[in-house]
């Protein structure tokens, strides 16, 4: 029977760290995938490309977007980011268990 394991981390890094060595470690895993924060996707793709953002009471001063925005791309990768695993029933706990390990929290199963 398949079911699936479900964990929230606290950043994208965690849950792409424990997904990767669920994967590795753990035999009848069929799939794994990362349900990101709305708020993290829109940053990625903001931050792609050359924007340029003019600074108050400057003329001549103009500093890349990315330096000047980088606390908030820092505290938007902190939201929670779900992990989603598929397996086979005999190898939910050691999905659990490795999930657990990698910093998971509120890890539940389903069939």
């Not at 849950?15 to 996707?41: D, N, T």
């Amino acid at each position: 029977m398949i079911s699936r394991v479900i964990a929230e981390f606290e950043s994208p890094e965690l849950a792409e760290m424990a997904v990767r060595r669920v994967k590795e470690s753990v035999e009848y895993v069929y799939s794994g995938s990362i349900m990101y924060p709305q708020s993290v996707v829109k940053n990625h793709f903001l931050s792609r490309g050359a924007n340029h953002a003019v600074m108050p009471n400057s003329f001549s001063n103009s500093v890349s977007v990315s330096d000047t925005e980088q606390t908030y791309a820092h505290s938007a990768r902190r939201k929670n980011t779900t992990a989603c695993v598929i397996c086979g029933s005999g190898a939910v706990e050691n999905v659990i268990s490795t999930m657990n390990a990698m910093g998971g929290l509120n890890i539940h199963s389903a069939v």
